[in-house]
């Protein structure tokens, strides 16, 4: 049996919460891939001073991820990138709006790709994994 969970937790000093996740269990082969792995992938992000950089990241960082050149033959490389693009991306979308948006994230990703495990972070976010058999 296999399972996952994932918890935010309210801070004390907001009446609101500014965490995101996002949990995929099964991310749909990339038209650019010939061979293909069972993928899943697990992020969650610590928002700071607001909730749209959490939510672009919730939405989106998963996105870059599967269409970075490098992915799946490399995919520390295509993490890497992946988060670099995503920021760009939000800052350039930021510009472009008529009030600076101001707020931030933290992230940590867990992506599964067969058998192996990969986690990559931003920030001050860590993971923490185990395993139990018996």
């Known amino acids: 049996m296999r399972s996952y969970a994932a918890c935010t937790n309210q801070g004390p000093?907001?009446?609101?919460?500014e965490d995101r996740v996002s949990i995929i269990l099964n991310i749909a082969k990339p038209d650019h891939c010939t061979d293909w792995k069972k993928a899943a992938y697990f992020g969650v992000f610590d928002g700071h001073g607001g909730v749209d950089c959490?939510?672009?990241l919730r939405d989106s960082l998963h996105t870059f991820l599967v269409k970075e050149k490098s992915f799946p033959n490399?995919?520390?490389e295509a993490l890497s990138q992946a988060f670099h693009r995503c920021e760009?991306?939000?800052l350039e979308r930021c510009k472009s709006l008529p009030s600076?948006?101001?707020s931030g994230s933290c992230a940590v990703v867990v992506f599964i790709y067969g058998d192996t495990c990969y986690i990559a972070n931003s920030g001050d976010s860590r993971a923490i994994m185990s395993s139990f058999s018996g």
């Open 54 to 56: 959490a939510d672009y």
């Open 74 to 76: 490399n995919i520390p």
């Open 13 to 17: 000093v907001r009446q609101y919460n």
């Open 100 to 102: 600076l948006d101001k």
């Open 88 to 90: 760009t991306t939000f």
